[in-house]
């Protein structure tokens, strides 16, 4: 079993808040992700990471910003939130060589009133 | 662009008998091939994966086929039972350094 966790699992919070939505994995895997989501349906990329100091922007465009100091943890910042942002946040790590399979933490919830 | 399309985006079959999912995918230089299954309130899971060099691989009651030719590959699941009611997705990548094509998903309804 895949050892990745995402905290909040759930966040309801006003417009104009900072957020930072966590993800840590203890796999020692060098590629990480953070996907959009709305309940059951498609997935979105919108960062990922290869390693320390390193982020790229996915393929949907993103208010949000991320960091890799740690191997082990990718955090997602929105510095302003709005009622647009509420959705389910997915994280996800991968091993670097070849192509391997994703691991998926459960997602937090967010709502922006 | 690069694109993978899943069908059906609804699939309600009757508990012990089969079930079909279908993806295309565009780009001929892909040659991995997950798909994952997501249950309600948690985040998708690996099932089952292929790659390439092999047209069907089998686990248990899941297989997975793959027609390079056609650009199409498929989820098979047999004797169906209530916890294989689920969202399920497929994805395509053509390399370590290239990015999951995601398909819609498809909702599988296991009916009692």
């Known amino acids: 079993e895949a050892d990745i966790y995402q905290t909040p699992r759930y966040l309801v919070i006003g417009t104009g808040k900072k957020i930072t939505l966590e993800c840590s994995q203890t796999m020692g895997h060098d590629k990480m992700y953070w996907y959009q989501q709305d309940p059951g349906m498609e997935l979105h990329l919108i960062h990922y990471?290869?390693?320390?100091?390193?982020?790229e922007k996915g393929d949907l465009s993103s208010e949000s910003t991320v960091s890799r100091i740690r191997t082990e943890h990718f955090p997602l910042t929105l510095e302003s939130a709005r009622p647009s942002h509420t959705s389910q946040y997915l994280c996800?790590?991968?091993?670097?060589?070849?192509?391997?399979?994703?691991?998926f933490g459960d997602g937090t919830r967010l709502s922006i009133l | 662009g690069e694109n993978v399309e899943q069908h059906p985006s609804t699939l309600s079959v009757q508990e012990g008998d089969s079930a079909v999912i279908k993806c295309t995918y565009s780009d001929s230089a892909s040659n991995y091939f997950p798909w994952y299954k997501q249950e309600l309130g948690k985040g998708p899971q690996l099932i089952i994966d292929?790659?390439?060099n092999v047209g069907e691989k089998k686990d248990q009651r899941i297989a997975v086929t793959l027609n390079k030719t056609a650009k199409h590959f498929s989820l098979h699941i047999t004797e169906t039972q209530p916890e294989d009611s689920a969202v399920y997705f497929c994805?395509?990548?053509?390399?370590?350094?290239?990015?999951?094509?995601w398909g819609a998903g498809t909702k599988l309804i296991i009916k009692p």
């Open positions: 990471s290869y390693g320390v100091n390193s982020t």
């Open positions: 996800a790590s991968s091993d670097r060589e070849g192509n391997q399979p994703q691991h």
């Open positions: 292929i790659r390439s």
């Open positions: 994805a395509a990548s053509k390399g370590s350094n290239y990015q999951l094509i």
